[in-house]
């Protein structure tokens, strides 16, 4: 008997029992590997299907093509051909000896034919285990199916040969740390602490692609922590080590770094929303000053937004992103300056910067609230309970997110009789401050303005202005 969950492998409409009979009648081993048989012993839903097979990436290639909607050949260097049909993806690799990344610029692999050899160079044991689609055996020769009882993650083969082949699966390790909340043997994780530098051959791009999926985790926090506390963070993100120290010699706050992990994990795991909370007092370390009143970190938000920019771009991640980040960082105080209300040109304001980062920042600065004093805590909370209040309040009566002069560049110009140039620019960006401060005001209003400005600025007086439609 199949038991209920594995019945997707023998479901005639999906792709392990279609794939099997393709791959079976050309003369192929065809295995469920990897994550796929991973997740399927845990229960957990199935994002894509990853074989292995003793063909070659060629003939891999098609076969696939009989059979599916797109072919594409991924990672063909590595010998990885993924494909679609009817919305499932499925990712079809040769059987692989040995994958050399020591210049991760140039990655050299061999094939074998047998799919003992394929697993013992996998990242570690619960992602080691094959799945026969011919007899729905597991073939498991290191013991995985026991670790994923237990919740243990440990190479296959010795750590030290494991990292060294590739890096990148000490991040690995404690990704999955994070997103299964398994945890690494003390050896192998023991590994990591001696080797963590070997990362910095691995190039940023596989780096960034872990990271993103670490951060978004369900365990990101504690990953985090682990990822600091074996070294690794020091090769890829320096940053982060160093907000392990004191925040104030009474020690009446956690440490930066705990409160950081802390904060990560109360965001929702969204990427962009996960990095700002990870960088938000990134510029801590660097800003600290004791006085008389304490410690203190004046601009560590610009200082941070900063540093945040410099290192996602490190990593490449997206320039979209970056910007984001380093945004949400660079505001996430701002609320905390305006503790003595918010008037309406300061909620104008507010909704301006943030743009449509603002359902973020507002979580962002919700989520900074670490305080074990539940007076300050509730503080936080109903001020920024206050600011949405009243950014609903003012959308009702204005529209406030998409804030600009009555007027645009080119009436100005028209009426002026000037062309493009700086003054225009000058007019323009007062009659958006006034907007803010003011709120709205009519077109006869704005023009009026204009004429005034002119004229203090020698500019000839342009007589009444157009009559125009409001
Ligand atoms: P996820 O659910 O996050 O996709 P996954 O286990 O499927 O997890 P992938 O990165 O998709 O992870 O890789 C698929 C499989 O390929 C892994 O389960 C593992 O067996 C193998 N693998 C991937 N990257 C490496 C690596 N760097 N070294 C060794 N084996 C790897
Ligand atoms: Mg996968």
Not at 314 to 332: M, N
Not at 459 to 470: A, C, T, V
Request: charged share 30%; glycine share 8%; net charge negative.
């Amino acid at each position: 008997m199949i038991p209920k969950r594995l019945d997707f492998l023998v479901s005639p409409d999906l792709p392990p029992a279609q794939l099997h009979q393709l791959f079976d009648v050309a003369g192929h081993q065809l295995f469920l590997v990897g994550g796929s048989v991973r997740d399927a012993f845990l229960e957990r839903p199935l994002e894509d299907y990853d074989f292995a097979t003793d063909a070659r990436p060629d003939r891999i290639a098609e076969l696939l093509e009989t059979w599916a909607d797109v072919v594409y050949r991924v990672g063909a260097t590595f010998g990885t051909v993924a494909a679609r049909k009817n919305g499932h993806v499925v990712e079809v690799t040769t059987f692989r000896n040995e994958v050399y990344r020591d210049d991760s610029r140039k990655p050299q692999v061999t094939f074998s034919d047998d799919i003992e050899t394929d697993l013992a160079r996998r990242d570690f044991t619960v992602n080691a285990i094959a799945l026969s689609l011919m007899d729905m055996e597991p073939i498991d020769p290191h013991g995985g199916l026991s670790d994923l009882a237990t919740g243990v993650l440990r190479t296959p083969l010795d750590p030290e040969i494991s990292f060294s082949e590739d890096p990148l699966r000490m991040l690995r390790l404690f990704r999955f740390e994070g997103t299964l909340g398994f945890t690494g043997e003390a050896r192998t994780v023991g590994a990591v602490a001696e080797m963590g530098e070997r990362l910095e051959i691995v190039s940023a791009e596989r780096i960034r692609d872990e990271l993103s999926k670490l951060v978004v985790a369900p365990d990101a926090g504690k990953a985090l922590d682990r990822v600091v506390a074996s070294g690794l963070a020091t090769y890829f993100l320096p940053e982060l080590p160093a907000l392990a120290m004191e925040q104030d010699p009474h020690q009446r706050h956690k440490d930066v770094l705990a409160h950081t992990l802390a904060v990560v994990d109360k965001t929702r795991p969204e990427l962009v929303l996960r990095l700002a909370a990870l960088f938000h007092d990134i510029g801590k370390p660097d800003t600290r000053q004791f006085g008389k009143d304490g410690v203190s970190f004046h601009h560590h938000e610009v200082v941070g937004a900063r540093l945040t920019r410099r290192r996602l771009k490190a990593l490449r991640f997206p320039g979209e992103v970056v910007a984001d980040v380093s945004r949400l960082v660079f505001l996430h105080l701002r609320p905390h300056t305006l503790k003595m209300g918010w008037t309406d040109s300061a909620v104008r304001r507010y909704v301006r910067d943030a743009g449509e980062l603002l359902p973020y920042l507002n979580e962002l600065v919700r989520c900074d609230v670490t305080t074990a004093n539940p007076r300050r805590a509730r503080a936080v909370q109903s001020r920024i309970d206050e600011l949405e209040e009243r950014i609903a309040e003012l959308s009702a009566k204005e529209e406030i997110s998409r804030l600009r002069a009555p007027i645009d560049g080119n009436q100005v110009m028209g009426y002026l009789g000037i062309g493009p140039g700086p003054n225009v620019g000058d007019i323009m960006g007062l009659m958006l401050e006034r907007r803010i401060d003011e709120g709205p005001y009519s077109v006869g209003e704005a023009y009026a303005m204009v004429r005034d400005w002119a004229i203090a600025q020698g500019i000839p007086d342009p007589g009444p202005p157009p009559d125009e439609e409001e």
